[in-house]
Structure formats: structure tokens, C-alpha cells
Nanobody, 123 residues
Framework: QIQLVESGGGLVQVGGSLRLSCAAS????????MGWFRRAPGKEREFVAK????????YYADSVKGRFTISRDNAKNTVYLQMNSLKPEDTAVYYC????????????????WGQGTQVTVSS
């Protein structure tokens, strides 16, 4: 079991950048696929990006491809989401989550979740 805590959210203007971090407690962080999801007001939670346990595989939602970069540092038990060229439609609460598998990007497959961090992109 691991606990996840996100940080780095905030208010940014259109075209700006933010870097989210997700710190994990527990010794098994390096065995999990880590994902980022988001939920905008009035919308369902949606997949953003994921990274395999080793960092060797990454996968992005089409809506963020080319703008967001997911990475991880297993020595620090931390996963990151670098967000560039932010748009108003990126406004949401962002969550990190952990899953033992890789095949699915469905949020229901993820076992552990952080509390979320708010990202607001103003125009």
C-alpha cells in the first residue's frame, strides 16, 4: 500500500507552465505504473498520462500530447507532470494514481489515489 500527495497546482495564464509533483510513501513505489488524471467541473474524471514502473514507457491522452510530459524518480518516490502551453480547458483538479498493471488507462483500474491539486488556467 502507498499514500500519494500531489503538489504544484495553482493559477497560471494561458500559454504558461506548471509542474505537478506526486510524492509517494511506501517501499513499493517503483513497482507501480503511475498515472495522472483530471476532473474538470461538471465532467467525469479523465486520463491524462501514465508512466511504467521503470519509466521506460509513457502514454498520453491526445488532448495533452506534445504539451505535457510525465516522468518519475524512483529514488525520490516521486512522479511529475510538466505542463506547458496550458489552455483554459486544462483547468481541473489533477490527481495522481497508482496501478500494478499497464494495459488500461481506465481510472477504475487504479488502486491508490492522491487528494488532488487544483490547476486553473486563466484567459
Amino acid at each position: 500500500q502507498i499514500q500519494l500527495v500531489e503538489s504544484g497546482g495553482g493559477l497560471v495564464q494561458v500559454g504558461g507552465s506548471l509542474r505537478l509533483s506526486c510524492a509517494a510513501s511506501g517501499r513499493t513505489f517503483s513497482t507501480y505504473t503511475m498515472g495522472w488524471f483530471r476532473r474538470a467541473p461538471g465532467k467525469e474524471r479523465e486520463f491524462v498520462a501514465k508512466i511504467s514502473w521503470s519509466g521506460g514507457r509513457v502514454y498520453y491522452a491526445d488532448s495533452v500530447k506534445g504539451r505535457f510530459t510525465i516522468s518519475r524518480d524512483n529514488a525520490k518516490n516521486t512522479v511529475y507532470l510538466q505542463m506547458n502551453s496550458l489552455k483554459p480547458e486544462d483547468t481541473a483538479v489533477y490527481y495522481c494514481a497508482a496501478d500494478h498493471g499497464w494495459l488500461t488507462s481506465d481510472y477504475r483500474a487504479y488502486d491508490y489515489w492522491g487528494q488532488g491539486t487544483q490547476v486553473t488556467v486563466s484567459s
